[in-house]
């Protein structure tokens, strides 16, 4: 089954940068999508940006948009999300997802009911 481990979560000032990882396993490397997902106070979970192996175009949600940067490693099965420029509202528990997937990275990213299996996942606090 697959399982994730996310790291790297922590308290940031406007303006800074975070590395999020995410150690992924039992992920068979053939039609897959992984990507990271947030959750803020009071709000719905939302996806931020994902990768798919049908395509290998990255899926990025605009608010996050040339800040944000998902790479994944796949000889260390871990996954990245290097985070710039971030602002108060990026505040949130942000999540690792991983998935068996021969779909687009965007389709999985815009309904966070395909991830069958989250993480703990990590807080990112922003402060102003």
């Known amino acids: 089954e697959v399982q994730v481990e996310e790291s790297g979560g922590g308290l940031v000032q406007a303006g800074g940068s975070l590395r999020l990882s995410c150690v992924v396993s039992g992920l068979k490397l053939d039609d897959y999508v992984i990507g990271w997902f947030r959750q803020a106070p009071g709000m719905d979970r939302e996806g931020v940006s994902c990768i798919s192996s049908a395509d290998w175009d990255p899926y990025y949600r605009d608010s996050v948009k040339g800040r944000f940067t998902i790479s994944f490693h796949n000889l260390e099965n871990t996954l990245y999300l290097q985070m710039s420029g971030l602002k108060p509202e990026d505040t949130a528990v942000y999540y690792c997802?991983?998935?068996?997937?021969?779909?687009?990275?965007?389709?999985?990213?815009?309904?966070?009911?395909?991830?069958?299996?989250w993480g703990v996942g990590t807080r990112v606090t922003v402060s102003s």
């Open positions: 997802a991983a998935s068996q997937w021969d779909r687009s990275a965007d389709l999985y990213c815009r309904n966070y009911h395909h991830v069958d299996r």
